[in-house]
């Protein structure tokens, strides 16, 4: 497994475990961490022996944001040319589902970093919020773009407006969040979701993600088309006969593909 300075990366049975490593700056994300996260991600992703990622950061922060620091002298031009967070982008277009579990302050790009996970799981201490506004910007990776999404327009528009932050309990009312565990419970918690996850049929998990994914991007009736054709499309793998044969049959089912 490659060496990584700004993340801690291990492979758990099926589940590739990605924690983020920059303590002393609350896990800012800058463009060293961007480019190790996608790496890393990748790395999982292209490995068949893994069914599911869990990412995640300290009991302090899963990540405070965008690094300040790393940008706050930069120009417009070396913003668009040479974008530090253009690697995390990466983590939208996995095939391979993303349990994120969240302690502490998810801000700024780490609310959004959640956000491009498939499931995300909260502790108590969780913190949400998009305060970019406080900064003199705005949201850069698909802050203002995925909150309305999962939350709605008004709510979303109220916390990137006026930088407020939401606590887990708000982030579970509104739907921003899967589930709120215990904090000393999470990684245990997403540990088991992500094993769920990574014992099922791979391709038939890589087909319902693409059709989650389909409902955030697509109009109602595509989505729809997109939904039954790649349903139909299962009926061509063993695992479906298998996963069918086995209900019948009153036992496990035995995927070949996982
Ligand atoms: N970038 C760089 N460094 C950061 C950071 C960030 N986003 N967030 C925290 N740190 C650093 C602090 O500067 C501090 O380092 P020093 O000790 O060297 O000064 C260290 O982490 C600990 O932070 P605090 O002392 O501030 O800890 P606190 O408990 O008092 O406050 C906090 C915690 C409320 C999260 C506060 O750190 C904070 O407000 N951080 C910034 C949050 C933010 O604005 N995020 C959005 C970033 S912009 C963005 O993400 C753009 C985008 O969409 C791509």
Same mark, same amino acid.
């Given at each position: 497994?490659?060496?990584?300075?700004?993340?801690?990366?291990?492979?758990?049975?099926?589940?590739?475990?990605?924690?983020?490593?920059?303590?002393?700056?609350?896990?800012?994300?800058?463009?060293?961490?961007?480019?190790?996260?996608?790496?890393?991600?990748?790395?999982?992703?292209?490995?068949?022996?893994?069914?599911?990622?869990?990412?995640?950061?300290?009991?302090?922060?899963?990540?405070?944001?965008?690094?300040?620091?790393?940008?706050?002298?930069?120009?417009?031009?070396?913003?668009?040319?040479?974008?530090?967070?253009?690697?995390?982008?990466?983590?939208?277009?996995?095939?391979?589902?993303?349990?994120?579990?969240?302690?502490?302050?998810?801000?700024?790009?780490?609310?959004?970093?959640?956000?491009?996970?498939?499931?995300?799981?909260?502790?108590?201490?969780?913190?949400?919020?998009?305060?970019?506004?406080?900064?003199?910007?705005?949201?850069?990776?698909?802050?203002?773009?995925?909150?309305?999404?999962?939350?709605?327009?008004?709510?979303?528009?109220?916390?990137?407006?006026?930088?407020?932050?939401?606590?887990?309990?708000? !982030? =579970?009312?509104?739907? &921003?969040? %899967? +589930? $709120?565990?215990?904090?000393?419970?999470? /990684? *245990?918690?997403?540990?088991?979701?992500?094993?769920?996850?990574?014992?099922?049929?791979?391709?038939?998990?890589?087909?319902?993600?693409?059709?989650?994914?389909?409902?955030?991007?697509?109009?109602? !009736? =595509?989505?729809?088309? &997109?939904? %039954? +054709? $790649?349903?139909?499309?299962?009926?061509? /793998? *063993?695992?479906?006969?298998?996963?069918?044969?086995?209900?019948?049959?009153?036992?496990?089912?035995?995927?070949?593909?996982?």
């Amino acid at each position: 497994m490659a060496e990584y300075e700004t993340i801690l990366v291990e492979q758990r049975g099926r589940v590739g475990w990605i924690t983020l490593n920059r303590p002393q700056a609350l896990n800012a994300l800058n463009s060293q961490l961007a480019s190790e996260l996608a790496a890393a991600a990748s790395a999982f992703d292209d490995d068949e022996g893994v069914g599911a990622i869990v990412l995640t950061g300290s009991e302090r922060a899963f990540a405070a944001g965008a690094d300040i620091k790393e940008m706050a002298d930069k120009s417009a031009h070396e913003m668009s040319m040479q974008n530090p967070f253009a690697g995390l982008e990466t983590f939208s277009r996995l095939r391979t589902p993303v349990v994120a579990a969240v302690a502490g302050y998810a801000l700024g790009g780490g609310c959004e970093l959640a956000m491009m996970c498939d499931v995300i799981l909260a502790a108590d201490t969780a913190v949400f919020g998009q305060p970019e506004i406080n900064l003199g910007v705005i949201p850069g990776l698909g802050g203002t773009q995925r909150l309305p999404r999962a939350i709605g327009v008004y709510k979303a528009a109220e916390l990137v407006l006026t930088g407020r932050t939401m606590d887990a309990a708000e !982030a =579970e009312r509104a739907g &921003l969040v %899967s +589930r $709120v565990v215990p904090a000393a419970e999470l /990684l *245990d918690e997403a540990g088991r979701v992500a094993e769920v996850i990574a014992s099922k049929s791979l391709p038939v998990v890589y087909a319902a993600k693409d059709a989650l994914r389909a409902a955030q991007q697509t109009t109602l !009736a =595509e989505g729809l088309r &997109l939904e %039954s +054709r $790649v349903f139909a499309s299962l009926f061509a /793998l *063993d695992d479906q006969k298998e996963g069918m044969a086995a209900f019948r049959e009153k036992r496990a089912p035995e995927f070949r593909h996982r």
